[in-house]
Nanobody, 127 residues
Framework: QVQLVESGGGLVQAGGSLRLSCAASGRTFSTYSMGWFRQAPGKEREFVAVIRWSGSTSYLSYGDSVKGRFAISRDKAKNTVYLQMNSLKPEDTAAYYC??????????????????WGQGTQVTVSS
């Protein structure tokens, strides 16, 4: 079992920054993908970023709408994954979810391959 707890959401003005954290417990996530997704009201869940590492190599991928503005990283010692969000826009407003994909061996962007999810944290960007 894996438990994921997100934190760091809040209200920020356009152009500002936030850092989301996802603390994992129950199993080490050293060998599987950790991803961030978001869902705005009335919209489908959207892939944001994923990180997976193999040995000392990290594999990263980002959704097109956040490339160049968001950065995913991890702290192995703290078993925590971060999402640094810069140059935030009102369209980034959504509930952000951390997820773990324990059954794949690649940095997957498909929400259907993630088997553990956090409860979500709200990010609201005002114009």
């Amino acid at each position: 079992q894996v438990q994921l707890v997100e934190s760091g959401g809040g209200l920020v003005q356009a152009g500002g920054s936030l850092r989301l954290s996802c603390a994992a417990s129950g199993r080490t996530f050293s060998t599987y993908s950790m991803g961030w997704f978001r869902q705005a009201p009335g919209k489908e869940r959207e892939f944001v970023a994923v990180i997976r590492w193999s040995g000392s190599t990290s594999y990263l991928s980002y959704g097109d709408s956040v490339k160049g503005r968001f950065a995913i990283s991890r702290d192995k010692a703290k078993n925590t994954v971060y999402l640094q969000m810069n140059s935030l826009k009102p369209e980034d407003t959504a509930a952000y979810y951390c997820a773990a994909a324990t059954g794949v061996v690649r940095a997957t962007v498909s929400e259907y391959e993630y088997d553990y999810w956090g409860q979500g944290t709200q990010v609201t960007v005002s114009s």
